[in-house]
């Protein structure tokens, strides 16, 4: 099943500070809800395992991102999920875009969508989008906490 | 040979099943039960994709897995040259993936462990890297300029299978052209699986030492798998010995071969051990043969006064990823054309056309004769539809079109000949037995006040009993069957034969058979199947032809046995053969009735005092090549109430009047009418396999792909006539899927016909509460 | 890792090491081969693994061994007392409440906990209290009449006891 969602996450701090801290495999690696793992192969590449609950469906997904920036628009990246385990695959694409905000701040503009495959879908089905939504809320919530904290450690 | 009429002291006897004392007791061998020494248990790794390219497989997290032995692939099978099979309809099906995958839970790679447990360890460890690729799920799609192409492998790039024709179709567009009154329909017989309460499985032993494979396995058609198995791994077929233990239910599913059996076979090659494999449930739902999945479009052309003249139906037949199903090679749409059902039609067209989809393979599997099952559906719903447009009593319009019965046999214009029927008779025994007059009486009454009752009527004609040589065949196989009888010195028989039971009780009614024919009773023969190396060949069991067919060959080959037990009385009974009769279960003197020897005396005879000249022993065999299909038909009703609030239906009353011709143990008739019934049910009111649109399997276990229970299960009414088929041997039409053939449509009819008063003429099945409460919404009987 | 149990499975004491995770079914039915007690499903939906644990009918795919470390299990081996088939037995067999048998032996011990508990129920409550066994082949038709059969052979020996 496919799930489209977006969003719009306000975060303290510049523009360029939330473009630099999405583009970093360690630290956007980070904000990945329920992390069991994370190891960067490269600037643009990482490989998180988190821990996954839909329904009776209980497991671990190892998922391969990518980050690739947009090569015309210097705000604008795209992040690629591909996730595999529990016998099921979850393909995600998202794009963020990075605009300036009142006093300094940041949004960052996202949308994404989600196909899912295997017993996830097919078990989980009818909880999973709800859950996907949730999960993905909080992976750009967990940017905006990172970023706040950072922020304020930095000042 | 002359076919003499039966003495019956034994046949039409509701005797007590003789497989039933093992099963009972938990004695039963079913394939799980099965443990070998040594034996090794293997599980399967699938893909969770429906349409995806294979990037990679890695092995080694679950070689790491305590207890795994091997990990095989597709990959390491093509170096084998075993990656594809042939499937028994002549296309060809990735025994494990190579490449690509085309359909969620498709076969990737296996694994083989010391335990069970660790099997399933390893797949779930195995690391396997797929890129998805655009999914086809919606047949109606499959010849769209812009959609996937699925089977890149085929020299035809495109996605449909065959096209298939039957009938003529010029006459028939001008019938229909003339007709006063013509009425079209949509009508969906949805993806379905037969799902019986034990799941496929095998244990492959290959013994290297000896270099002989034994599978035993869960198959309806034992025969038929050691002879694919030994195109498939290239082995001596001499060499492979197939079993197949006593099965807990088959409906079709365990007839076709499936990946994981060739890949055991793999296994216990590359381990030298027994290697077990057997499927869960969602494996099972997920992968093994569906049923049904036709989208068919019906005309019927009729005069005003309701006499029908033209019959045209178009059908897109989803068949999944690979044209897997058992299918007489000549006849890709199976016996769809059987479509003109009970009436008297002159003309009549049918085609279809087949598609591949990312969706499991499959296509004929529950209890059905090769799509009789949508055949019947359509034309009895069809009828139904064009007694609305007529305004008419659905009863009436099939009285003024039965085929009469002074006309059998009658050739269909789809091309048929229907050996034998008396359809009026079986159709007023029906309407009198449920008081049809004081149900529509009863009906106008409920409708005055508001309520929703439905009377639905099928009076289906079946084909069943594949097949006549001449016609028929699976891959080249003639769709003959065989008995093989020894009578021993004591008078006691071992009868063993082709086909395999998978509950139907063959070893009681075969008995009967072959007891009444010897005058044995039926307690001293012992049938046997199931076992390639003693069974005579057969094609096996399913589409109801084990009684056409394997019944044929026992009461045939128990005649052989007879004509030569003769000339042993005429030895005993010191007279000339010809003076000797069969006379009551007895072998007589002509004139001299007291002058007599059983076949007990003659069978000792033969072993110890054979007449002088005549070969000692007294054994035969019979390959019975059935001169023509046998057309069981019916009579069924529905009574359904509406609950006008929640779209619940509850199936008031439910009555069976079958004519299978002669019948052999009416308690086993009346057994299989319940559980077919119980079928058509489920298929009517809760079963579908429903896909979502990245090819998802939403219906994977039992939880979501419903049997119905004892409390939703209506009591099930049962009754009779009586029209033996003249052709068989002892005049018997076989009975098994007669009530799933021929239920879905009475239920359906009841429903529509209680929502009749709203404008509604179709509803597809299946008819849950939602479906129906939406109907209601929509029509403004519930608001939103 | 394994733990030790000990049951009583048809009046027979035994102890047996088990992995925590193996279900009761294939103890019963691959250290014990009494292979009578059959899977179905994998969501204790068919109800062929039911045995009874204590008296009480159990899905015995979806209890642990280790739950039943101190239990005593009866199963379909366990019904024909001293070789005489119990009265449900004979009933489905009579009745033909079978067809291909592999639902059969859980459908026997929910019956038997069933007339355990109401020895004459009426067919209502037959078909509530076996809805927990599914069966394809025979409809349950039979499956009730023979399990009404029974009750009736029960209470008429039971009244004969008295």
Partial sequence: MKIPMSGVERVDASPDQALAFVSDPNRVGRCMPDLEDLQVADARHFTATVKVGVGPVRGHLKMAVAITPDPTKPNELDLAVKGSGMGSGMDMTSHVRVAPADGGAAELHW????????????????????????????????????????????A | MAIEAPSAPVLGQALKRKEDPRFIQGQGRYL??????????????????????????????????????????????????????????????????????????????????????????GAAAVEVEYDALPVLVDAKHALDPGAPLLRDDREQKTNQIWHWESGDSMATAAAMAKAEVTVKQDVYFPRCHASPLETCGCIADMNKATGRLTLYVTSQAPHVYRTVLAMVAKLPEQMIRVVSPDVGGGFGVKVGVYPGYVVAVVASIVTGHPVKWVETRTEHLGSTAFARDYHMNVEIGATKQGRVQALRVHTLADHGAFDSQANPSKWPAGLFNICTGSYDFAAAFVDVDAVYTNKPPGGVSYRCSFRVTEASYLIERAMDVLAAELKMDPADLRRKNFIPPERFPYTTPLGWTYDSGNYPANFEKALGLIGYDDLRREQTERRARGELMGIGISSFTEIVGAGPSAQFDILGLKMFDSAEIRVHPTGKALARFGVRHQGQGHETTFAQIVGSELGLPAADVLVEEGDTDTAPYGLGTYGSRSTPVAGGAAALCARRIREKAKKIAAHLLECGEHDVEWADGKFRVAGAPERAVTMQDCAFAAYTNPPPGLEPGLEATYYYDPPNFTFPFGTYVAVVDIDPGTGEVKVRRFLAVDDCGVVINPMIVDGQIHGGLTEGFAIAFMQEIPYDSEGNCLASNFTEYLVPTAVETPHWETDRTTTPSPHHPIGAKGVGESPNVGSPSAFVNAVVDALSPLGVRHVDMPLTRERIWRVLREHGVVSA | MSHHIEITVNGTHQALD?????????????????????????????????????????????????????????????????????????????????????????????????????????????????????????????????????????????????
Avoid at chain 2, 73 to 85: C, F, K, R, S, Y
């Fill in chain 1, 111 to 154: 949308t994404a969508e989600a196909a899912v495959s295997g017993p996830l879908a097919s078990v989980g089905g009818r909880l999973l989008e709800a859950q996907a939504k949730k999960t993905t809320q909080n992976m750009f919530a967990a940017i905006r906490t990172a970023l706040q904290t950072a922020g304020a450690a930095g």
């Fill in chain 2, 32 to 121: 799980d039960d099965i443990r070998l020494t040594g034996m090794l248990y293997m599980s399967l790794v699938r893909s969770p994709y429906a349409h995806a390219r294979l990037v990679k497989i890695d092995k080694q997290p679950a070689l790491a897995v305590p207890g795994v032995l091997a990990v095989i692939t597709g990959e390491d099978l093509a170096g084998l040259g075993l990656h594809w099979m042939p499937t028994l309809a002549g296309d060809k099906q990735m025994v494990l993936a190579t490449g690509k995958v085309l359909f969620q839970y498709q076969e990737v790679a296996a694994v083989v462990a010391e335990s069970r447990a660790a099997a399933y360890d």
């Fill in chain 3, 18 to 162: 088990v992995e925590p995770r193996l279900p009761l079914v294939f103890a019963l039915r691959e250290m014990l081969d009494l292979t009578g007690t059959h899977v179905g499903c994998d969501t204790t939906s068919c109800g062929a693994c039911t045995v009874l644990v204590d008296g009480t009918p159990v899905k015995s795919c979806t209890m642990f061994a280790v739950q039943a470390d101190g239990c005593s299990v009866e199963t379909v081996e366990g019904l024909a007392a001293g070789g005489e088939l119990h009265p449900l037995q004979k009933a489905f067999w009579e009745n033909h409440g079978l067809q291909c048998g592999f639902c059969t032996p859980g459908m026997l011990m929910t019956a038997k906990a069933l007339l355990a508990r109401n020895p004459r129920p009426s067919e209502v409550e037959i078909r509530r209290g076996i809805s927990g066994n599914l069966c394809r082949c025979t409809g349950y038709q039979n499956i009730v009449k023979a399990i009404q059969q029974a009750a009736a052979e029960q209470s008429t020996a039971a009244a004969a006891g008295d």
